[in-house]
């Protein structure tokens, strides 16, 4: 590698640092405070692989529960226990990483690229291909779509599977060129990085299942199925092999267990149908393309709620125009695959890329961090388009080189404003509602900033207005119910009454139930409205209970239960604790419960059969629930 390579990857180094510097002592926001705060499997004392195996095990996010990520959260909590800044530096090395995969991964296929229409064979040389990596590797990095990637703690859990998948991918590209070669060690490397790769990512998130269709897109318009004349049979076979058992692996799991990795039950939870989400995934899509292509940070943010969502072809009138035009980028792409190989590549690896998160799966519409593999290949489209000479037009490099360092020092100036505004929470929630007033969840994060600085009446018109934004998201009424109790001890009779009618008209998400469990809490000391706020949550629960996961169910039955024993009401308690214990069995706190419920009747015998299921879980307790376990014990050794 010549000097001036390496001193070009010393300064996009240098400059990914730089730009994302402003953040990296931000806050948690978001999922963060589930995932990581109010996780307490990931928070370990000791370094061993039982402490890991406990914090991998310890989401419930995806059906695979993602382990390496919460694997890695654990260590960084070690070292640096709730310190945000080890984080999301973590999150920017794994950054880095993958910015020197997309650059050694450029470099190596366009060795391997097809002779495009109107360029020279010349052109491609070893060092263009290689400024050209950069080139694309640079924007990559110094992208302000890719921040959420960064910032967002909890989103190590997109880049790790994104990390493990551009290893995949240049592992195999280093195979390919083997067996072309005549080297055996080919196949090994392979069928190896496949396989092996796709299982880390898939452990990371499960969109790490898309590898094998990118591994298809690479050897359709790079590689072609050539291979050295004595390899080429085995290396079919192999191909084919390695290909059809993951597919059909999936398919059994898929017939075995449709609701778990499909998630079929997923649409009740949600204000659109499977239909309304294809039809609003190709204006996304096109949403997408426009950030990467002209990034306005103004359009970037934590929440994408303020999206419309098409409810047939012409409502709105873009929607038809979007599908069609998705479409004929496909049609396009199939089109001129020979004339155009790499502007083809890139399309299709753009949605092939987004093909799990944005079509039928029931996840939100929108999010910045969905882009951060699929960029790479608009990016290379937009740099080889830039560098390629034109025939009829003087070649000047220097003008066409200095186009793209121009566009990396604009990206790098955005991400710089943007990583401003995550230097601080109040930056932040005033940003996004600034820029996004349609966003509810944006007037939330603002609501509850607010109300952490005493400025109740402003909190409170900020939870209102979130709630007159969007009432089918029932979260937003219940913190205006709730912040009205915390700000004047009382709560309208009316405002219940509305309440009650949301809920009660609308699908009910997990959201709202971690939404309504500090309601309870607060209005303890008002027992006659405590007891109404329950009788409501009882009735939205068992309309909504099927649709909802048991360990959700569960958890109900355990915050009944919890009032019910400060009520003094202890029959019921036990149970509510013993329905949700037979609905979810590996909840620690649950035994915890029923043990101090017996204790309150003096029944030994029970305590001690509780707590024998406690030990049984082999699951390590955080403090709190830690010294209540030591008083529990300490009460069967002095009775």
């Known amino acids: 590698m010549r000097w001036a390579t390496v001193g070009a990857i010393v300064l996009i180094v240098v400059s990914t640092i730089a730009v994302y510097l402003p953040g990296l002592r931000g806050p948690f926001v978001f999922d963060d405070r589930a995932n990581l705060i109010e996780q307490p499997q990931i928070h370990i004392s000791e370094l061993n692989f039982e402490s890991l195996s406990r914090a991998a095990q310890s989401s419930g996010s995806g059906p695979l529960g993602r382990p390496i990520a919460m694997a890695s959260f654990a260590v960084n909590y070690y070292f640096a226990g709730l310190n945000t800044f080890a984080y999301k530096a973590t999150n920017l090395a794994i950054h880095l990483i993958s910015g020197l995969l997309i650059y050694l991964l450029t470099v190596r296929l366009l060795t391997h690229a097809p002779h495009p229409r109107n360029v020279t064979r010349t052109f491609l040389t070893q060092d263009r291909r290689q400024w050209i990596g950069l080139a694309v590797a640079a924007i990559w990095l110094c992208h302000p779509l890719n921040l959420t990637s960064v910032l967002y703690i909890v989103q190590r859990m997109n880049s790790l599977a994104t990390l493990f998948m551009l290893a995949g991918l ?25 396989p092996g790769f796709t299982l880390l990512a898939m452990l990371s998130k499960e969109n790490g299942a898309l590898l094998p269709l990118l591994v298809i897109l690479i050897e359709v318009f ?37 609701r778990v990795f499909l998630n079929l039950d997923g649409y009740g939870l949600r204000d659109f149908t499977l239909g309304e989400r294809l039809l609003t995934e190709s204006r996304v899509l096109w949403f997408y393309l426009r950030l990467i292509v002209l990034p306005d940070i103004r359009d970037m943010g934590l929440y994408h709620d303020d999206l419309a969502t098409s409810r047939g072809l ?41 093909s799990l998160e944005s079509t039928f799966i029931p996840l939100e519409l929108a999010h910045d961090h969905r882009n951060y593999l699929p960029m790479w290949g608009i990016l290379l489209i937009v740099v080889w388009y830039l560098a390629r000479p034109y025939p009829k037009l003087s070649d000047h490099p220097v003008l066409r080189y200095g186009v793209i360092v121009l566009v990396f020092m604009m990206m790098s100036f955005a991400t710089y404003a943007r990583a401003n505004f995550w230097k601080n929470e109040w930056s932040l929630v005033n940003h996004d509602v600034l820029n996004h007033p ?50 004047k001890k009382s709560i309208p009779d009316s405002l219940l009454t509305e309440m009650e009618h949301r809920l009660m008209s609308h699908a009910l998400h997990p959201v709202t139930l971690w939404t309504y469990e500090p309601l309870i809490r607060v209005t303890r000391p008002n027992r006659a409205l405590q007891l109404r706020i329950l009788d409501i949550y009882e009735r939205v629960v068992s309309k909504s209970g099927k649709l909802l996961p048991p360990e959700w169910i569960a958890k109900t039955e355990y915050i009944m239960a919890f009032e019910a024993f400060h009520r003094g009401d202890t029959r019921t308690a036990i149970e509510r604790i013993n329905r949700a214990i037979s609905l979810n069995p590996r909840d620690p706190g649950f035994f915890l419960f029923e043990s101090e419920i017996y204790m309150k009747l003096n029944n030994r015998g029970k305590v001690r059969e509780s707590m024998a299921h406690l030990e049984q879980l082999d699951t390590r307790l955080d403090s709190p629930d830690a010294d209540r376990a030591a008083t529990i014990r300490h009460w069967l050794k002095t009775r």
């Open 438 to 487: 349609q966003s509810a969840r944006a007037h939330v994060s603002l609501g509850i900033a607010q109300y952490e600085r005493g400025l109740h009446e402003k909190a409170q018109q900020s939870f209102i207005t979130a709630a007159n934004l969007d009432a089918s998201n029932t979260s937003t009424i219940i913190r205006v119910v709730q912040h009205h109790y915390l700000w």
């Open 170 to 194: 240049l592992t195999y590209a280093i195979g390919r060129e083997q067996i072309r070669d005549g080297r055996r060690l080919g196949l090994l490397t392979v069928f190896g990085a496949v």
């Open 222 to 258: 790079f590689f072609r199925f050539t291979a050295a004349p004595g390899l080429s049979r085995p290396f079919k076979w192999l191909w084919w092999i390695m290909f059809a058992a993951p597919v059909l692996a999936g398919l059994v799991m898929i017939g075995l267990k449709p």
């Open 314 to 354: 012409l409502d709105p009138i873009s929607t038809l125009p979007a599908l069609l035009g998705i479409a004929g980028l496909i049609a396009g792409a199939i089109l001129f695959r020979r004339r155009q190989p790499l502007l083809a590549f890139g399309i299709l690896w753009f949605l092939a890329a987004h």
